[in-house]
């Protein structure tokens, strides 16, 4: 009788974990249509989709194995991933894809370079020299048409220009630097194609900021729109250490970080996206955006573009190395009419982003 008693209530506790994780999924499906300007806790679900959906597969498994019928509660969760895990992982052949014609093609670079402050003692980078060097080396042997930086730095912002033509020969150089401590950092464009426009967006209250070019290739002109979103300005080694020792005032401090993060960033896509919309051709959207695949920014952003990664991307997405292959918050995103012919995340170890390199045809 007691071991029956056990058995019911472990079935039980059993059946409302499983409800629990399911309903978090949901959450995370929710959070890419909801503006977490006004719910912002809904998008911490998406935020942890990966994860989430791997949970529930596991369940779903578990009660297989024990012939359950509660397996259909992780199996009717994880249905609405077969349309969004091709946002983290794709299995594109080149096969699969169309040769572009020759000589009809733009490629672009697209990397937060972290203010090369990378030091990787395996990569035998011990400063911020070494750290330039290493990235300007690698950009050049890819060879890009354009080259979309965020979080660049520099000591002398007087001399940007010069100093990026000089390092970048045969590429116009456009930027926006905000001063910090003796240096300054922001976003930068690099292009050998004629730029024949250009602006800025900035956002209240942020450091954080896009800029745009405007470009005629052949017979089409485009905008590249070259964009960080709002960081969370967290450091995963010291919420770590803040939890090991139970700091309540680090940990709360973390928490409206985060929270101003989630509430800032709908705000500055949304200036972003009104500014395409305004736009009288074609706009690329490139950049940090400090954000996943299951969130408002991507839902919003990807609006009549499609996604270079989803398109002709192979195996996972991550581009944030810290905590790969979980996030995915670099992207390039291209307008209807255009076809992505190739996609790579090389990586890297010259900042704590990789580099998202993508051919595209015109």
């Known amino acids: 009788m007691a071991r029956k008693k056990k058995f019911r209530i472990f079935g039980i506790t059993s059946r409302v974990l499983m409800l629990i994780v399911a309903a978090l999924l949901a959450l995370s499906y929710l959070s890419i249509v909801i503006n977490p300007a006004r719910i912002w806790l809904v998008s911490l679900s998406g935020i942890f989709y990966v994860p989430l959906m791997t949970l529930n597969l596991i369940l779903l498994l578990w009660a297989l194995k024990r012939r359950s019928r509660s397996f259909l509660i992780p199996l009717l969760a994880l249905i609405p991933s077969f349309f969004f895990i091709g946002r983290y992982v794709q299995f594109n052949s080149d096969e699969a894809i169309d040769e572009p014609v020759a000589g009809n093609t733009v490629k672009i670079l697209t990397w937060n370079v972290g203010r090369f402050n990378l030091q990787d003692k395996d ?15 690698f950009i050049k042997e890819q060879n890009p048409d354009l080259i979309c930086l965020q979080e660049f730095s520099i000591g002398n912002k007087e001399r940007v220009k010069e100093y990026l033509q000089r390092r970048f020969k045969g590429y116009d150089a456009e930027y ?9 950092f922001g976003n930068v464009t690099l292009s050998r194609l004629p730029v024949e426009g250009k602006g800025k967006i900035r956002f209240e209250e942020s450091a954080n900021l896009a800029i745009y070019t405007d470009h005629l290739a052949g017979d089409r002109k485009f905008r590249v729109y070259n964009c960080h979103f709002e960081s969370y300005n967290v450091s995963l080694t010291g919420l770590i250490r803040a939890v090991a020792r139970r700091d309540s005032t680090a940990m709360a401090e973390t928490g409206t970080r985060v929270k101003r993060s989630i509430t ?21 959207v490139c950049g940090d955006f400090n954000d996943n695949p299951m969130s408002y920014t991507y839902y919003r952003m990807t609006r009549n573009r499609k996604d270079a990664f989803v398109e002709a991307g192979d195996g996972f997405g991550a581009t944030y190395s810290l905590l790969w292959p979980m996030l995915r918050i670099d992207y390039v995103l291209y307008p209807d009419g255009y076809r992505a012919v190739e996609h790579d995340i090389p990586r890297v170890s010259y900042s704590d982003h990789y580099p998202v390199v993508t051919e595209i045809e015109l």
């Open 123 to 137: 990569s035998g980078i011990s400063g911020r020299e070494q750290c330039i060097d290493s990235v300007f080396r």
């Open 176 to 184: 926006y630097l905000f001063p910090d401590r003796g240096r300054s």
């Open 264 to 284: 800032r960033r709908p705000k500055q896509v949304d200036r972003v996206f009104e500014d395409i919309e305004e736009c009288p051709f074609d706009a690329f």
